[in-house]
């Protein structure tokens, strides 16, 4: 629960200034009354979270003049001027300069109240895009471990602890969370980080292509093997190994692999000459190997000789109070590229945020809020809102039409536009993906942060 807005009150009538105080309090918010502005501005600077409201007329101090030295130190302070009917003039002068509203004695109860709501409301999204900006600005390392919450906190100090050891380490995490900006992190954290850091996917090469990619090949060794190849492993000596999707390994790569871990050295295809290499692996999986339900057909002893160290990368969806902050780093990165300005963090713009499962995780996130800054997702906002108002008056078909539609942008945006993993999720034929986004006007290169896909 939000703690009520603070008020500074300026009036020096001080039966008036008592009384308006009464009604702000009785109405929520905590009160600070002064009948001298020079007092006053003792207690307010650029970090007051809270709303002025003043008097114009006062000795010493006008209210036209705490206004200009107000905004001298913040000019999204809000400041309500209460004015006699001679000032309204001179309060629509100090509107032009950016003062927030004006009342006109006398004035009604209601009146005060919900003006001093609405400025409240608008100091306090002020100050949470401040403080997201300048958490986001000082995030450790300028990546996407960012997060307050205490899973992520464990997670960086685990990753300090163990980065330097050189043992082997297995990431769990679903996709989209980070594993390979973890992997990153404990290369560069570690006395390996003059080395190579080499990064391979085994989901997406062909079994027949892996072993040449892992392991290096003589020239001759295969039909196409024209020089001599450095394999990965051996690329990766002296530095890091990260293998993602370890599960999608083919079986008899596991076995090889397994040697390669036992024995710290390669054969590369094509010889018998064998290399030693100074190896440090980081493998990462979406699914739980541990678990031999999901295990399936990866090697029960290659999980336990990766599974030194296990580090798992908590889903977004487990960590809501790290969103906005998350957000609001790659909405800044995202506006540097596109010379764009940060979207501010509107009331509708925090609730889409966290009601979001954000199955894609920081990826999704990231993906999201380049549409933001570009202002695409606005347009998405409203397209949808526009469609659940009228949703009662459509027929089945249009309902399930709507439901395809939406489902295949959600998707697209998951994978960054990926279409092959698109199509994976959705299991339909590449085809029929192709023609559904004809028929619903989906341009799927929209869904790509480069503007392109693989």
């Not at 018998?272 to 699914?287: F, S």
């Not at 380049?370 to 078909?397: K, N, T, Y």
Request: hydrophobic content about 40%; some cysteine.
């Amino acid at each position: 629960m939000s703690k009520p807005a603070s008020i500074v009150l300026i009036d020096n009538d001080r039966d008036l200034l008592m009384a308006t105080r009464q009604t702000l309090e009785l109405a929520g918010f905590t009160v600070e009354a002064f009948d001298n502005p020079l007092e006053a501005l003792k207690r307010i600077n650029a970090d007051f979270e809270g709303v002025i409201v003043t008097d114009i007329r006062m000795p010493h101090l006008d209210g036209h003049e705490l206004f200009a030295q107000v905004r001298a130190m913040d000019g999204e302070l809000p400041v309500i001027l209460v004015t006699g009917h001679g000032d309204i003039a001179m309060a629509v002068d100090a509107m032009k300069s950016g003062a927030y509203d004006f009342i006109t004695k006398p004035f009604s109860t209601e009146r005060l109240v919900q003006t001093v709501q609405r400025a409240a409301g608008m100091r306090r999204l002020v100050m949470e895009n401040r403080a997201l900006r300048q958490a986001a600005h000082s995030a450790q390392d300028g990546l996407p471990l960012i997060g307050q919450t205490p899973a992520m906190e464990r997670l960086r100090r685990t990753l300090r602890q163990i980065a330097d050891t050189d043992v082997d380490v297995l990431i769990v995490g679903e996709t989209g969370s980070g594993k390979e900006v973890v992997a990153s992190l404990l290369h560069q954290w570690s006395r390996r980080a003059k080395g190579h850091f080499v990064a391979l996917n085994c989901g997406t090469l062909p079994d027949s292509m892996i072993e040449s990619e892992l392991f290096g090949h003589e020239a001759g060794a295969f039909t196409g093997a024209q020089k001599k190849r450095v394999g990965r492993i051996e690329h990766s000596s002296g530095g890091t190994l990260f293998l993602d999707e370890i599960e999608s390994m083919p079986l008899s790569t596991q076995v090889q692999m397994l040697r390669v871990l036992e024995m710290r050295e390669v054969t590369p295809l094509g010889t018998n000459e064998v290399r030693p290499v100074d190896l440090r692996i980081v493998a990462a999986a979406k699914i739980d190997l541990g678990n031999p339900r999901e295990r399936g057909d990866f090697r029960e002893d290659l999980y336990y000789r990766l599974n030194v160290v296990t580090l798992a990368i908590p889903p977004v969806r487990e960590r809501k109070a790290d969103i906005p902050l998350l957000f609001a780093h790659f909405a800044q990165r995202a506006a540097e590229r596109f010379r764009r300005e940060v979207p501010a963090m509107t009331p509708a713009l925090e609730r889409h945020l966290l009601d979001h499962d954000w199955p894609g995780n920081v990826r999704e996130l990231s993906h999201f809020a380049e549409r933001a800054v570009l202002g695409l997702h606005v347009a998405e906002h409203e397209a949808v809102v526009a469609e659940a108002a009228s949703f009662d008056d459509l027929s089945l078909p249009e309902r399930v039409d709507m439901f395809e539609a939406e489902t295949i942008r959600q998707t697209l945006s998951r994978f960054d536009g990926d279409v092959r993993q698109t199509l994976e999720a959705l299991k339909i034929p590449r085809k029929t993906f192709y023609d559904k986004l004809q028929r619903y006007g989906i341009v799927r290169k929209e869904f790509s942060p480069g503007g392109e896909v693989s």
